[in-house]
């Protein structure tokens, strides 16, 4: 059986090239952990920039903080570069292809805009001291508020997968709420104390700032303490604005900050109709969740949880139940659950045999045995042919099964193994097709055969075969003495193709005559049983030379033969290289020389052993 192979993680030879031609598949697992670490910090990213801009927070270690999250969007866009991407059931795994398609979409535009440094750029333009620069800074990149798009692209993304859990679905709602309060809240401060490019941060007499009362009875006048009193209470002025913002949203409304002029007014109608439709989303979706009102989903979700729970009580392995879960996992993506052939259930048998016939007959018409059948034929397997998904590395038959089913390959690629081979003799793909000498002929499977990436298989049975042949006695005729004769034409290549490898064994056999002349003997000394003298004579050389020189021409005449019959075959096939095996005489030799000892008795019993080979 094959050996079990997974992808390469790089195609470099060095390690400065693995820096540029690395590739990672969107769902492994660098790439799952990396998503997750670029959503935390576009959090901060949109919890940082408008709390510095409407609080003029210009401490230097909120600049590094900013700059640290450019750099990790900056190494994200990098990485965007050497993402594989599935084309016909493939991973593109080759540098070109994977930067030109990122190129190409609209992601790779979306991220060139999100890291522009507008910052940079603009403070060539600014000159107004360190401080206002700084506070001028906060407001120019405002802009990189647009990368909290990439939220919403992830959690996208893990909701479109079956297995995605309720505890998921809270998470996305409290990333959301954290988002949108931190952002009304800063906005909510901002109309009342604003500032702006080279002007101090200074609160309106007419805010609910100055509404406020840090203790019982005492009333801030603001008008006298700003901004250094601003500064001092930033923290208290942070909670106070996140306070008002929440009891707003959600329609609680305590009135203990409240606004105070017509512009905060008109700010809370938005801020209260927002939250109308932010928390009404959020309760609809999560009672929406609750009540399954997918239908399909949940239907398929409840199939998994039984798998899942039979092989929990079978106390089956996790890397076998993890496959499990992965195959349903694809055959969700892959077609939602859907049953092709109850989708039709309801036509006429003649209307869904013209779909099936439409659908499946390009397929039928790549399989030789299957030409010159008449159209009623092949329109009776097209209805019975039947949609099947394997995951990569799934084995479709094993060496030695009976052979009850034809396999034709619509996307993917399979690989074929013959006896004790590690590596594959020959490999199908699109178009395809193998199992029909088995099926057709009652023979047993001859090798494995295995899935290397998602491959699509339409399967037809061996009764479904013979269901037609009944129906169709003139072209069950045909398709016998058809798959007849492509049967002789493979043994006959695989006869041939053994018969080589055998002439190359007897070669490796031959002893290496060349180079001995006379009488070689050597004195074994040993004091053990056995000691003796190790005789070769001209005699023997001689022999050996003309076994090699018969395995010679035995060879050449093979391979005369092999390739008749490769022009006769109209199969292709791949055979051994045509190249001898050169034997070190010399080491030869001394390999022969140091073997067990032979006596004048065993000369004879040597001689004629190889001139009977």
Known sequence: MAEKTTLPTTLAESWQERLTKFYLIPEGPFMSKWEQFLVIATVINCIMLPFMAAFQYTAIEAWIVCYVIDL????????????????????????????????????????????????????????????????????????????????????????KKLHASFLGQIIKFLVYLMVATNAVACCWFALACNGGIGVDLNCSSTSWVTSIKLAAGEVIDVASETPEWIK?????????????????????????????????????????????????????????TLSNLDSRRVGYQQKMTAVIQYLNDREMNKEMQQRVIQYYDYVWERNRGI????????????????????????????????????????????????????????????????????YFITQGRIDIFSTDSKRPTSSLIEGGHFGEYCAILNYRHEYDARAVCHTDIYVLTKEE??????????????????????????????????????????????????????????????????????????????????FAKKLHNRRASMQIDMDGMLRASSRRSVLKNESAVKVDVESGLRQYLSGPVLNSEDVAELRSTNLSG
């Open 232 to 288: 001092a209470n930033l923290g208290f002025l942070y909670i106070k604005s996140l306070y008002w913002t929440v009891a707003t949203m959600t329609t609680t409304g305590y009135g203990d900050v409240h606004a105070v002029n017509d512009t905060e007014r008109m700010f809370s109608i938005l801020a209260m109709l927002f939250g109308i439709f932010f928390y009404g989303y959020i309760s609809g979706t999560i009672a929406s």
């Open 465 to 546: 075969i013979e269901a037609a042949f009944i129906a169709y006695p003139d072209d069950k005729t045909k398709v016998l003495a058809e798959t007849d004769i492509r049967y002789k034409q493979h043994l006959a290549t695989k006869k041939g193709r053994k018969a080589l490898q055998q002439i190359d064994i007897e070669e490796d056999l031959v002893l290496p005559p060349v180079g001995l002349n006379g009488v070689i003997q050597r004195r074994k000394t040993s004091a053990g049983p056995g000691s003796g003298y190790l005789v070769a004579d001209d005699k023997l050389i001689s022999a050996n030379q003309d």
């Open 72 to 159: 990790v969007f900056l190494t994200d866009l990098y990485i965007r570069f050497h993402i594989a991407y599935l084309q016909n059931g493939f991973w593109v795994v080759f540098p070109k292809e994977m930067a030109l398609y990122y190129l190409q979409s609209r992601l790779f535009r979306f991220d060139v805009i999100a890291n522009i440094p507008i910052d940079l750029i603009a403070i060539g333009w600014i000159d107004m001291g360190k401080t206002y620069t700084q506070i001028a800074l906060t407001l120019i990149r405002l802009p990189k508020l647009m990368r909290s798009v990439k939220i919403f692209m992830y959690f996208s993304r893990v909701e």
């Open 339 to 406: 049953d092709a052939k109850a989708l039709f259930v309801d036509l006429p048998t003649t209307f869904k045999s013209e779909i099936a016939m439409s659908l499946n007959n390009s397929i039928i018409e790549k399989a030789a045995i299957f030409r010159s059948c008449s159209e009623g034929f092949r329109r009776m397997i097209a209805i019975s042919m039947k949609l099947y998904l394997f995951t990569a590395n799934e084995y479709v038959v094993h060496i030695g099964d009976l052979g009850l089913e034809m």
